[in-house]
């Protein structure tokens, strides 16, 4: 018997392109596949990452700063902010334009401008590792330092770039909102590029010079959402153990315990299919009715059917 | 007896600074005015200019295509969504901040990004005539309109700026969206700057390089969410006639007869206060128990309550 999910996907900002052009053709193969879902009758709701257009963002307002006096430098939080609506803006409309040539009378997808909350003494603060924006001289990275504070890391002999901090994220700002926009049956797009980064200074809410793993954001808002599903978009299939040397295994199917086993064990790459398996793994042992799943996007209406994908369940 | 109001209120990008710490400062008086309104029990939604803002981005997006040749001139369309994004972070947060320093425990402010549809045929697609950004030398601006297609306008002396259109606003895209957290309580930030101006081309949705003017468009959303006032912000408490005359009066209320006498005599400058007449008329003549106000940000709660202000009505 069919059973209507309500299901958050994350995809990835690097799937969307680095240009506006790339972007523009990127979302029309994104809203199919959405639609896909939408199409057999599940409730979607959409998170999206934003690392090459925060970068792309941050570049244009440093650009901007350079060459106007007036312009001091853009904090991260307000370039991760703007590219939330850069992408919301012409992902709503190719889901709104599929829907529509798939005989969808009511087309009601929206952006939500999403804040989320990270704790100013996670350990992540610290130690500043995520690159953004493009690779500089050694020159212009120490004025970067001096002008606006930077951390900026040498980069495997390739120039110098910004590293900020990627806290886990703690609280959607916007829940509230978001909460009664998918109980009224919107199509919503949240929490893009992992949500603005945000510290709770007494009733202030401070941007910070961070960037949220958009799938660790997703995993929140799933749980808050009481999502049935959380769908984890990647460039591959299906997870493997033991990648690339004999006794190499593609999983089908992995209950929280064993997903653990296998972090601890080294099976997955930092900054690559670690979080995407420690996010899926958040979601799924919040519930036994709550499962993630890690696969292509292409793949996501099969893997929906039992048919490919990676299963991550209690 | 008080009677709860739902309310628009149109606020002037002007009125919130021309960089991001004077806009930082702009919205704390701002979000103070909105609160008294909603501390009085009224139900605010808010729309916002976003004339400097917009022309700020613009440029930063200019300057980064100067910089990196792979990235082409990023369209007004997409220039406005973000800054919608850019003013509403800042905006959402002072109203935040200010409820809760009002004691008030939960606060939904939610920005929406929001598209506001425009007809193609209209004349002024025909005529540009609202300048954004900054003055440009002649050679300048001879290659943004060889390299974009730009149309720019010698300005009094100052030099060129570019020129686009200001359509009239037919529909707004994401009214389901914004009538359901209107209708759930949410404080809701919307139709920013006028909204992301788009044309209809079959079932997609065209970026137009225009800008919408907020007031037309604050009037439209005050119709479609059946709103009891729309409040027109602006530089000056009261609407004049025969300004800067001897007869000159400061009218405190006027019905929609008068104010299409006093537009025929002209008696409102254009560009300034003939389209937020305009706009007022256009929502006061849609019923009887619909008001229009314009008056200062400062003095909203007066002239709700009758002391001041420009009241126009049926």
């Known amino acids: 018997m069919f059973k209507r999910k309500r299901i958050v996907i994350a995809l990835g900002g690097n799937a969307l392109g680095d240009t506006l052009p790339e972007q523009m053709i990127a979302v029309k193969s994104t809203a199919q596949a959405l639609c896909d879902l939408?199409?057999?009758?599940?409730?979607?709701?959409?998170?999206?990452?934003?690392?090459?257009?925060?970068?792309?963002?941050?570049?244009?307002?440093?650009?901007?700063?350079?060459?106007?006096?007036?312009?001091?430098?853009?904090?991260?939080?307000?370039?991760?902010?703007?590219?939330?609506?850069?992408?919301?803006?012409d992902l709503q409309n190719a889901l709104r334009?599929?829907?529509?040539?798939?005989?969808?009378?009511?087309?009601?997808?929206?952006?939500?401008?999403?804040?989320?909350?990270?704790?100013?003494?996670?350990?992540?603060?610290?130690?500043?590792?995520?690159?953004?924006?493009?690779f500089l001289t050694k020159e212009d990275a120490q004025f970067q330092t001096k002008a606006y504070g930077h951390i900026m890391k040498e980069d495997a002999g390739?120039?110098?770039?910004?590293?900020v901090a990627s806290p886990k994220p703690v609280e959607i700002v916007e829940m509230d909102a978001i909460n009664s926009l998918v109980d009224a049956g919107k199509i919503v797009i949240t929490c893009g590029g992992g949500g603005i980064p945000?510290?709770?200074?007494?009733?202030?809410?401070?941007?910070?010079?961070?960037?949220?793993?958009?799938?660790?954001?997703?995993?929140?808002?799933?749980?808050?959402?009481?999502?049935?599903?959380?769908?984890?978009?990647?460039?591959?299939?299906?997870?493997?153990?033991?990648?690339g040397?004999?006794?190499?295994?593609?999983?089908?199917?992995?209950?929280?315990?064993?997903?653990?086993?296998?972090?601890?064990?080294?099976?997955?790459?930092?900054?690559?299919?670690?979080?995407?398996v420690q996010a899926a793994v958040e979601f799924a042992e919040s519930g036994t009715?709550?499962?993630?799943?890690?696969?292509?996007?292409?793949k996501a209406k099969d893997g929906l059917k039992g048919e490919t994908g990676t299963v991550i369940h209690l």
């Open 245 to 276: 040397k004999e006794n190499e295994e593609w999983i089908s199917d992995m209950s929280v315990a064993d997903a653990k086993r296998y972090i601890a064990e080294g099976q997955f790459a930092p900054g690559s299919m670690l979080p995407k």
């Open 38 to 89: 939408i199409e057999e009758g599940h409730q979607v709701v959409v998170v999206h990452g934003n690392g090459p257009q925060v970068g792309m963002i941050n570049n244009a307002m440093s650009a901007l700063s350079r060459e106007d006096a007036n312009q001091p430098n853009t904090p991260l939080s307000v370039c991760v902010a703007m590219s939330q609506a850069y992408i919301g803006y």
């Open 97 to 134: 334009e599929e829907l529509r040539k798939r005989g969808f009378m009511r087309t009601p997808v929206v952006t939500v401008v999403t804040q989320v909350r990270v704790d100013e003494n996670d350990p992540a603060f610290k130690n500043p590792s995520k690159p953004i924006g493009r």
């Open 158 to 163: 390739r120039g110098y770039r910004r590293v």
């Open 198 to 243: 945000v510290v709770l200074k007494e009733d202030h809410l401070k941007g910070a010079s961070a960037v949220i793993d958009k799938d660790f954001a997703s995993a929140l808002l799933a749980r808050e959402l009481g999502a049935d599903m959380l769908i984890i978009l990647t460039a591959v299939e299906k997870v493997a153990v033991n990648f």
């Open 289 to 298: 009715d709550r499962t993630a799943m890690i696969t292509l996007l292409s």
